[in-house]
C-alpha cells in the first residue's frame, strides 16, 4: 500500500506564505503524477497543482504566478510552495499520487488565510 504524509498548513495573514510538503511511502514505483487538490467549506475538492512524469506541471489558473510545486524524487515527496496567499486559499489541502491506474489521498492539511 501507499501512504501520504503531509505536513506544513497552519494560519498565515494575506500576503503571506507557506510550504506544504507530501511524503510518500509504501510500495511505490513508476509515479505517474504527484500534486495537491483543496476543498474550501461548501465547495468540490478542486485542482491545484500536479506534475506530471514526462509532461510537466499544470496549475489552476486562481494560482498561477502565487504557487510552485516541486517534486525530489530521491525522497518521493512532492512540495507546494504558496506565496502571497489570499483568504480565498483557505482550504484543506489535499496529496495525490496516482500509480498503477491508482489514486492515493493523504490525510489533509488546514491553511487559513486571515488577518
Known amino acids: 500500500q501507499v501512504q501520504l504524509v503531509e505536513s506544513g498548513g497552519g494560519l498565515v495573514q494575506p500576503g503571506g506564505s507557506l510550504r506544504l510538503s507530501c511524503a510518500a511511502s509504501?510500495?511505490?514505483?513508476?509515479?505517474?503524477?504527484m500534486g495537491w487538490y483543496r476543498q474550501a467549506p461548501g465547495k468540490q475538492r478542486e485542482l491545484v497543482a500536479v506534475?506530471?512524469?514526462?509532461?510537466?506541471?499544470n496549475y489552476a489558473d486562481s494560482v498561477k504566478g502565487r504557487f510552485t510545486i516541486s517534486r525530489d524524487n530521491a525522497k518521493n515527496t512532492v512540495y507546494l510552495q504558496m506565496n502571497s496567499l489570499k483568504p480565498e486559499d483557505t482550504a484543506v489541502y489535499y496529496c495525490?499520487?496516482?500509480?498503477?491506474?491508482?489514486?492515493?489521498w493523504g490525510q489533509g492539511t488546514q491553511v487559513t488565510v486571515s488577518s
Open positions: 509504501g510500495s511505490i514505483f513508476s509515479i505517474h503524477s
Open positions: 506534475i506530471i512524469e514526462g509532461a510537466g506541471t
Open positions: 495525490m499520487l496516482t500509480m498503477n491506474w491508482s489514486t492515493y
